[in-house]
C-alpha cells in the first residue's frame, strides 16, 4: 500500500543474461531500491515486440515492489524499432517455444539469485507472452504464481503447429504446477471465447488452481493504454486482480 511519507526509488536498466543455450541476450530489470526482501516477475513480452508500453509494465511492477525482468525474446534474430523486429518474427513464425522457455528460466533464476529476492517468482504476459507464461507454468517449475493475458493460440489447431510452436500449449494443462490467473476480454477474436470456456474446462478437470475472470465490454489488448484497444474500466480491474492474486501467491 503506497502512502505519501514513504521512501521511493527504483533503479530501471538493460543488463545482459545468458539466456538459452548461454547465449546472451538484451533484458530489461527494474526494482525498488532498498534491502528487501522482494517477490520477483518475470515479465513476457507480446508479438509486437519488446516495446516501450512492456519498459512501463516492468517499472510499474518495480513501483509495487517486485524484481520486474524482461527479457528481450527477439535478441538473436534483429535490432532495430520494436515494429520492425516483430513484424520480420512474426513473418518468419514467431520465436521457437524452446528458446522462450529457456530465455525465461534464465531471467527466473537471475533475480532469485539476488539477495533481495524472497525467493518467490511469478511469471506474467499478455497476447503472446500470455500463452508463453502458461507454457511456462506447465513446463518450468521455477514459478509460484502465473498471469496469463488473453493469451492467443494457447489452444491450436492442428495445421496451425510448426517446427517452432510444435504442440499446443493446452495439452500441457495437467502439467501446470503453480496457480494461474487468467484475464480476457469477451470480444477478443484470439483467444475467442469458446477458446478461453475450453482453457477453462481443461484446468478445472484437471484440478488446477486456477482463477478467470471475463470482460464484457474487452476485446484484445485492453490494458495497452497507447492503442484503441484499451478498455478503461476493464484494464483497472484488471490490474487489481493482477496485484491482489501476486500479493497472495508470492508474499
Request: with cysteine.
Amino acid at each position: 500500500m503506497y502512502t505519501t511519507e514513504q521512501y521511493e526509488g527504483m533503479i530501471a536498466e538493460t543488463i545482459t543474461l545468458k539466456g538459452h543455450n548461454g547465449e546472451e541476450i538484451h533484458t530489461y530489470f527494474a526494482r525498488p531500491q532498498g534491502p528487501g526482501p522482494f517477490p520477483a516477475v518475470v515479465v513476457i513480452h507480446h508479438l509486437p515486440g519488446w516495446d516501450e508500453i512492456y519498459r512501463d509494465f516492468t517499472r510499474k511492477l518495480a513501483h509495487h515492489g517486485y524484481l520486474a525482468i524482461s527479457p528481450d525474446l527477439y535478441c538473436r534474430d534483429a535490432h532495430g524499432t520494436p515494429e520492425d523486429v516483430a513484424a520480420a518474427i512474426r513473418a518468419d513464425g514467431g520465436a521457437p517455444d524452446d528458446r522462450v522457455l529457456g530465455d525465461v528460466q534464465a531471467a527466473a533464476d537471475y533475480v532469485l539469485s539476488l539477495p533481495s529476492s524472497n525467493g518467490k517468482v511469478g511469471v506474467w504476459g499478455t497476447c503472446s507472452g500470455g500463452r508463453h507464461a502458461f507454457l511456462a507454468g506447465c513446463k518450468l517449475t521455477v514459478f509460484d504464481a502465473v498471469v496469463e493475458c488473453w493469451g492467443g493460440n494457447v489452444i491450436m489447431a492442428q495445421d496451425q503447429l510448426t517446427e517452432k510452436q510444435p504442440v499446443s500449449p493446452n495439452e500441457y494443462t495437467n502439467d501446470l504446477n503453480a496457480p494461474i490467473l487468467g484475464l480476457f476480454g469477451d470480444l477478443d477474436q484470439s483467444p475467442t471465447k469458446e477458446q478461453v470456456d475450453q482453457h477453462e474446462a481443461e484446468l478445472k478437470s484437471a484440478g488446477k488452481d486456477y482463477e478467470f475472470h471475463r470482460y464484457p465490454e474487452a476485446g484484445h489488448g485492453f490494458f495497452y493504454y497507447h492503442a484503441p484497444i484499451y478498455h478503461q474500466a476493464s484494464a483497472v480491474d484488471g490490474w487489481e486482480k493482477m496485484f491482489d492474486f501476486f500479493s497472495r501467491k508470492l508474499n
